[in-house]
């Protein structure tokens, strides 16, 4: 019976961008709940990339120790790195609005569910709610603002996850 092979022997790229993607997106959720830093319209965008990203993520990460190469790990690394390029993307907009390279949107959209609400809270809610706007950074990590953060760690992400996938498709299957 061959010796199991964990990711980090086979792949060692490829568990980290596995774990960025989920440390990443608690880490937005954690500075939205804790800290008080609502997402803008563009940060909630950049953010879906995250979510379609977390199954293959997992994914990775469970199958790795059993089979470190073959074509499922091809497929969720593949995926991973798509989506974190989307993330990048929409991220590497969200920073050049900010740094005023171009024009972005007037302002965000709000997320609460305006059906179940009456007129007067409404009302109440547009007096008391200040939108986070998408041209103002909300939140910074020196002088930096979390757009531009994630098109460095998306980008590097994908990267990770797309040489991890090459490297998947090169590594003969064991049985």
Same mark, same amino acid.
């Given at each position: 019976?061959?010796?199991?092979?964990?990711?980090?022997?086979?792949?060692?790229?490829a568990a980290?961008a596995?774990?960025?993607?989920?440390v990443?997106?608690?880490?937005?959720?954690?500075?939205?709940?804790?800290?008080?830093?609502?997402?803008?319209?563009?940060?909630?965008l950049?953010?879906?990339?995250y979510?379609l990203?977390?199954?293959?993520?997992?994914t990775v990460l469970?199958?790795s120790?059993?089979?470190p190469s073959?074509?499922?790990?091809?497929?969720?690394?593949g995926?991973?790195?798509?989506?974190?390029?989307?993330?990048a993307a929409?991220?590497?907009y969200?920073?050049g609005?900010?740094?005023?390279?171009?024009v972005?949107?007037d302002?965000?959209s709000v997320?609460n569910?305006?059906?179940?609400a009456?007129?007067?809270?409404?009302?109440?809610?547009l007096?008391t709610t200040?939108l986070p706007?998408?041209?103002e950074?909300?939140?910074?990590?020196?002088?930096?603002? /979390?757009?531009?953060?994630n098109v460095?760690f998306s980008?590097?992400?994908? /990267?990770?996850a797309w040489?991890?996938?090459r490297?998947a498709a090169?590594?003969?299957?064991?049985p």
């Open positions: 019976m061959p010796a199991r092979t964990s990711l980090s022997q086979a792949h060692p790229c980290l596995a774990l960025y993607v989920s990443a997106l608690a880490a937005a959720w954690m500075l939205e709940l804790f800290a008080g830093a609502p997402p803008c319209h563009l940060c909630s950049a953010r879906i990339p979510y990203a977390l199954l293959p993520a997992a469970l199958i120790t059993r089979r073959g074509p499922l790990m091809h497929a969720c690394l995926l991973i790195a798509i989506a974190m390029a989307a993330s929409i991220s590497l969200h920073a609005i900010q740094w005023n390279l171009w972005g949107p302002r965000c997320t569910d305006i059906l179940s009456t007129t007067a809270d409404l009302i109440e809610q007096q200040q706007r998408c041209q950074p909300g939140f910074s990590v020196f002088g930096i603002s /979390l757009a531009a953060w460095l980008s590097v992400a994908a /990267l990770l040489q991890s996938r490297a090169s590594t003969p299957l064991t």
